[in-house]
T-cell receptor, first 113, second 112 residues
Framework: DVKVTQSSRYLVKRTGEKVFLECVQDMDHENMFWYRQDPGLGLRLIYFSYDVKMKEKGDIPEGYSVSREKKERFSLILESASTNQTSMYLC????????????FGPGTRLTVL | GDSVTQMEGPVTLSEEAFLTINCTYTATGYPSLFWYVQYPGEGLQLLLKATKADDKGSNKGFEATYRKETTSFHLEKGSVQVSDSAVYFCALANFGNEKLTFGTGTRLTIIP
């Protein structure tokens, strides 16, 4: 059974803290993605990685950074968390080759107080 | 740029009713089109897809037809069940593009 796992389902942090969200996939996929999901806004792409150590900004990268040191792992980093980063964060992966199905993790609901 | 517009929810239907969730898109080129579903407490999963004009995607009783002339990909099901309650997302990926563009999602609730 193919899987994308995320390190936490729920996370509560304080303003100014550094936050790490981890995502691991076991499908040997080249592509990995981080989205945030907010009511009425759908899914918005934060960052995308198409290979180890390679990354590309998505639609809303401000306030975030990413790290991909190994093919199976993609980390999202909030350098200094702010209340407007309270959201649901979804990780996904896919094969390269264009228009491939993306497989999603269960999400991390982050609350920044 | 590419965009997806889907009908706003929430949508509430009785069990066994007919379902349509509208989706239209704007894209250059020839995109592939997708419907994803998100059940409560879970991530998204692919429901169906179509890769070229007039293709029909189908799964679990749901269908959607890629209509290039109307730039639409409406989701339909003939008889919904309580277990279909979820949020449905329409999405597109343009040719050669690894990234998906999502609509805002439509929350569907089916009452017994």
């Amino acid at each position: 059974d193919v899987k994308v796992t995320q390190s936490s389902r729920y996370l509560v942090k304080r303003t100014g803290e550094k936050v790490f969200l981890e995502c691991v996939q076991d499908m040997d996929h080249e592509n990995m993605f981080w989205y945030r999901q907010d009511p009425g806004l759908g899914l918005r792409l934060i960052y995308f990685s198409y290979d180890v150590k390679m990354k590309e900004k998505g639609d809303i990268p401000e306030g975030y950074s990413v790290s991909r040191e190994k093919k199976e792992r993609f980390s999202l980093i909030l350098e200094s968390a702010s209340t407007n980063q309270t959201s649901m964060y979804l990780c996904a992966s896919s094969l390269s080759g264009g228009a491939s199905e993306q497989f999603f993790g269960p999400g991390t609901r982050l609350t920044v107080l | 740029g590419d965009s997806v517009t889907q009908m706003e929810g929430p949508v509430t239907l009785s069990e066994e009713a007919f379902l349509t969730i509208n989706c239209t898109y704007t894209a250059t080129g020839y995109p592939s089109l997708f419907w994803y579903v998100q059940y409560p407490g879970e991530g998204l999963q692919l429901l169906l897809k179509a890769t070229k004009a007039d293709d029909k995607g189908s799964n679990k009783g749901f269908e959607a037809t890629y209509r290039k002339e109307t730039t639409s990909f409406h989701l339909e099901k003939g008889s919904v069940q309580v277990s279909d309650s979820a949020v449905y997302f329409c999405a597109l990926a343009n040719f050669g593009n690894e990234k998906l563009t999502f609509g805002t999602g439509t929350r569907l609730t089916i009452i017994p």
